[in-house]
């Protein structure tokens, strides 16, 4: 096969890597087992239109994408229902997709899987159209990256550290959203801190990410925490797994839905879609779509 490699040298671990000797260290991997490789290092702010163009390169069997998660979310959305390959490399904070598809988590490692990897489709889903691989959510997330983004910080772990300052920030001074949803199969109207819609359901006894990737679900999980404590309780469960044991947790699935925010504001409330931050529509439509991203996974 023939893969091309964009590189973010802006983006998660990559930013403190040696790009060049890890591409040559790739290209002997790749070569070894008979592949080729191509490999394009760009900023974040080429990012995009590289990945673009390596989508539409017709000689590429697969594309590899480095970076944070908004690098991988980008590349997705570029390959979605095409026939070229999607290869994950986990450069970012958590690699949270990476996780799902069962991809070694150090870049070179990945690059070994990758010599012998099969290619797969799973599902993708898209909120007003706009593709996320792995969770959009509002509320309690939304405001921890607004908070976290704020900070500064120059590496995975001072971004972690940010993480947790904003985590506090957050739990003393939650934001409440009143929303409806509808799915396919019923309403939901509450008042919630935090709502999450995920890219299948999440499995249980880890990190929140998908152990499947094909189900052709949309995970929806509410929280009706309120206080303090509850929200502490709910943020450690949820970075555990334990969802059912919380009771201030809904989980819904569905292959669609609408989301509506109820009530006046003067300012819109924020969203996350893949880590990337942004206002939220006051009405957002999310759907699954089965089977609509190839991607380059570990040999089984």
């Known amino acids: ?14 930013r403190t890597t040696d790009l060049d000797a890890f591409a040559e260290r790739s290209r002997a991997t790749l070569e070894k ?11 974040g702010k080429e990012l995009v239109s590289a990945l673009e163009k390596a989508s539409k390169d017709g000689a590429a069997d697969v594309v590899i994408a480095g970076g944070g998660d908004g690098t991988i979310s ?6 979605m229902n095409s026939d070229t ?52 959510s509002l509320g ?27 985590a506090f920030l957050t739990v003393f001074q939650p934001p409440r959203v009143n929303i409806t949803i509808k799915t396919d199969q019923s309403e939901i109207i509450a008042r919630t801190t935090g709502i999450g819609v995920t890219n299948n359901l999440f499995g249980e006894g880890h990190l929140p990410y998908a152990d ?12 009706t925490a309120q ?22 947790v809904e989980i819904h699935e569905t292959k669609a839905l609408t989301l509506t925010v109820r009530g ?18 006051r009405e957002t439509v999310i759907k699954i779509h089965p089977g609509a991203l190839k991607v380059l996974t570990p040999a089984e």
């Open 85 to 136: 390959a999607l290869a994950v490399l986990p450069a970012g904070t958590m690699n949270l997709f990476a996780r799902s598809l069962k991809i070694p988590l150090g870049l070179d490692a990945a690059m070994t899987a990758f010599a012998t990897g099969q290619v797969k489709a799973v599902d993708i889903a898209s909120a007003n159209g706009k593709p996320f691989v792995h969770q959009f």
């Open 74 to 79: 980008a590349a997705a959305t570029c390959l």
């Open 33 to 43: 087992a008979g592949h080729t490789l191509e490999v394009e290092i760009v900023s």
């Open 212 to 223: 499947r990737l094909d189900e052709g679900v949309l995970g929806v999980y509410l929280t």
């Open 227 to 248: 206080t303090s404590r509850e929200i502490v309780s709910f943020l450690f469960n949820l970075a555990v797994g334990r969802w059912k044991n919380n009771a201030k």
């Open 1 to 14: 096969m023939h893969f091309l490699a964009v590189l973010n040298r802006d983006g998660g671990t990559l």
């Open 140 to 166: 309690l997330h939304a405001k921890l990256v607004d908070l976290r983004d704020k900070m500064e910080y120059a590496s995975r772990v001072g971004k972690m550290r940010a993480s947790l300052r904003a």
């Open 264 to 281: 006046r504001r003067r300012k819109p409330y924020r969203c996350v879609m893949d880590g990337e931050s942004g206002d939220l529509a």
